[in-house]
């Protein structure tokens, strides 16, 4: 039996946060859910902790310990403004985070990155995504559980045009993307959710685990 454990979540007002954080709070695994978020999410509930702070000088309380650390932060650079206002949210932040949370005594980091994520990428949105994937690494956490979702499917609080019509054009082609393809089907919210929290209770052997999009729908 697992023991009633302490998840700190960033990112609950998101696109896949707000799922997440609906499943540690109906959990019977988790007895308290601390959320960092920069706006309220609106939700009450007596296992929540909820924190609105600015991620620059994010922290936890000295006598706080805690188990299980779920990232869910991103933004687009037209919506961060330049490449380094973006590189703050999907690098700078996520990487502190993992800090604090670790120095509190979390053992298991849940992250979400991105498919084609890699440090030598030569598209920026994905160097940027490997160069998080390969610092958070060097924390050296008892298990980093990688998530790398195709294109996210969901009701966003905000309308970008480039991301609903990819999600339109995927939902038309998904039937020809089998293979070594299927990875790259466009995949929900609420799917990259349930994947995070029930890879969390899992305890897979590998120290770093990285669920590519189609393993993640498997979950």
Not at 52 to 75: Q, R, Y
């Amino acid at each position: 039996m697992v023991k009633e454990r302490v998840a700190v979540l960033a990112g609950a007002t998101g696109l896949v946060g707000s799922h997440l954080i609906q499943l540690l709070l109906k959990s019977s695994q988790y007895k308290k859910v601390i959320s960092f978020v920069r706006t309220s999410s609106g939700i009450h509930h007596e296992k929540l902790d909820e924190r609105i702070i600015s991620f620059n000088t994010l922290k936890l309380l000295p006598h706080e310990v805690v188990d299980d650390v779920f990232c869910c932060l991103g933004t687009t650079i037209k919506k961060a403004g330049t490449k380094e206002k973006f590189k703050m949210v999907d690098f700078n932040y996520p990487v502190e985070l993992a800090k604090v949370c670790k120095a509190h005594g979390a053992a298991q980091y849940l992250v979400i990155s991105a498919i084609g994520a890699s440090a030598d990428s030569r598209i920026f949105y994905s160097r940027v995504k490997g160069e998080l994937e390969e610092e958070l690494k060097k924390l050296h956490y008892e298990r980093l559980h990688v998530f790398r979702p195709s294109l996210l499917a969901g009701n966003r609080k905000e309308f970008r045009l480039g991301e609903k019509t990819g999600e339109i054009l995927s939902r038309v082609i998904r039937p020809a993307m089998i293979g070594k393809w299927r990875k790259y089907r466009s995949i929900s919210a609420d799917q990259v959710a349930y994947g995070m929290y029930t890879s969390a209770l899992s305890f897979p052997p590998e120290n770093v685990k990285i669920y590519e999009s189609d393993e993640i729908q498997r979950l």
